[in-house]
């Protein structure tokens, strides 16, 4: 069982950065690929960036060159750094963690079995 909890949204001018924590429990997470999607309202959720236990990474195309995905495996952590943000990064933020052990990074949602609560991100213009 793999338990998230988000951490580090606000409220942040265009331009400006955040960086997005997820922390977890279990002692196997560091043999999952987590992945971070957002919500916006009104909006399905999306894909945004993953992490495969090998480190291996892949970013959604609207965040690419913006966002960095890493992972503290001693930690259980991962982080999503946040850089020139838009406001259209505007979203609810969610972490998860993939379905089995040592599977493959997906930017499909339906992939992913454990899920945090989220976290806020508001970017104003």
């Known amino acids: 069982q793999v338990q998230l909890v988000e951490s580090g949204g606000g409220l942040v001018q265009a331009g400006g950065s955040l960086r997005l924590s997820c922390a977890a429990s279990?002692?196997?997470?560091?043999?999952?690929?987590v992945g971070w999607f957002r919500q916006a309202p009104g909006e399905e959720r999306t894909f945004v960036a993953a992490?495969?236990?090998?480190?291996?990474?892949n970013y959604a195309d609207s965040v690419k060159g913006r966002f960095t995905i890493s992972r503290d495996s001693a930690k259980n952590m991962v982080y999503l750094q946040m850089n020139s943000l838009k406001p259209e990064d505007t979203a609810i933020y969610y972490c998860?963690?993939?379905?089995?052990?040592?599977?493959?990074?997906?930017?499909?949602?339906?992939?992913?079995?454990?899920w945090g609560q989220g976290t806020q991100v508001t970017v104003s213009s």
């Open positions: 279990g002692h196997t997470f560091s043999t999952y690929a």
């Open positions: 992490i495969r236990f090998t480190g291996w990474t």
């Open positions: 998860a963690a993939r379905d089995l052990p040592y599977s493959a990074t997906s930017a499909n949602l339906r992939d992913y079995k454990y």
